[in-house]
């Protein structure tokens, strides 16, 4: 267990749909990442939250959207889905908003779109 | 445009052997390179890191190489072990970005 927690684990939804992903981050983790990997792809960053703020972008489509709450959790909210979004979506958790501390990602929420 | 490439997309090596991962990256503002571990059903765990200012890091079997003028850098693994077998991703990051650009990682298996 990294202490970085998703849920749900696997998601199957029909296209035209809105999921939301939740993210708690490890304890004392202020900074959260969101990566998509898709099929014998690399992890694309998404976006990245410090402390309730958002501090980077990555290539996120309009479609999909985040945020970060008072208590640390994020959500990550993919909307209008298509079949092109179906993807492991992977957290990940750091005490700072810089890179060099490594991050400690969660175990993915799998998201099919049928 | 992928600014992190890993062209292997897999490895195989008999146990006891080297391992020997490749990593090519495009961005010259690249100043810190890590190389994270992924088992299936598993998020990546972190493996090792390296600053620009070094040309090689060792930690245990795993050992990274840097070489800044062909802008890549090998991850290589002494002796392999049948545990290691998993997909091995390269990343990097520049002093101003907070975030970590992937390769697409290289599936090893070690065989017994």
């Known amino acids: 267990d990294s202490g970085v927690t998703q849920t749900p684990k696997h998601l199957i939804t029909a296209t035209g749909q809105r999921v939301t992903l939740r993210c708690s981050p490890r304890?004392?983790?202020?900074?959260v990442y969101w990566y998509q990997q898709s099929l014998d792809q690399g992890l694309q960053f998404l976006i990245q939250?410090?402390?309730?703020?958002?501090?980077a972008k990555g290539n996120i489509l309009e479609r999909f959207s985040a945020q970060q709450f008072p208590d640390l959790h994020s959500e990550l909210n993919l909307s209008s889905l298509e079949l092109g979004d179906s993807a492991l979506y992977f957290c990940?958790?750091?005490?700072?908003?810089?890179?060099?501390?490594?991050?400690?990602f969660g175990s993915g929420t799998r998201l099919t779109v049928v | 445009d992928q600014q992190v490439k890993q062209n292997s997309p897999s490895l195989r090596v008999q146990e006891g052997r080297i391992s020997i991962l490749n990593c090519d990256y495009t961005?010259?503002?690249?100043?810190?390179f890590l190389w994270y571990k992924k088992y299936p059903a598993e998020g990546p765990t972190f493996l090792i890191s390296i600053s620009s200012i070094k040309d090689k890091n060792e930690d245990g079997r795993f050992t990274v190489f840097l070489n800044k003028s062909a802008k890549h850098l090998s991850l290589h693994i002494v002796p392999s072990q049948p545990g290691d077998s998993a997909v091995y991703f390269c990343a990097a990051s520049s002093g101003s970005a907070r975030q970590l650009t992937f390769g697409s990682g290289t599936q090893l298996t070690v065989l017994p």
């Open positions: 939250y410090y402390n309730g703020e958002e501090r």
């Open positions: 990940a958790s750091s005490v700072v908003g810089r890179s060099l501390d490594g991050y400690t």
């Open positions: 304890s004392g983790d202020l900074s």
């Open positions: 961005n010259s503002m690249f100043d810190y």
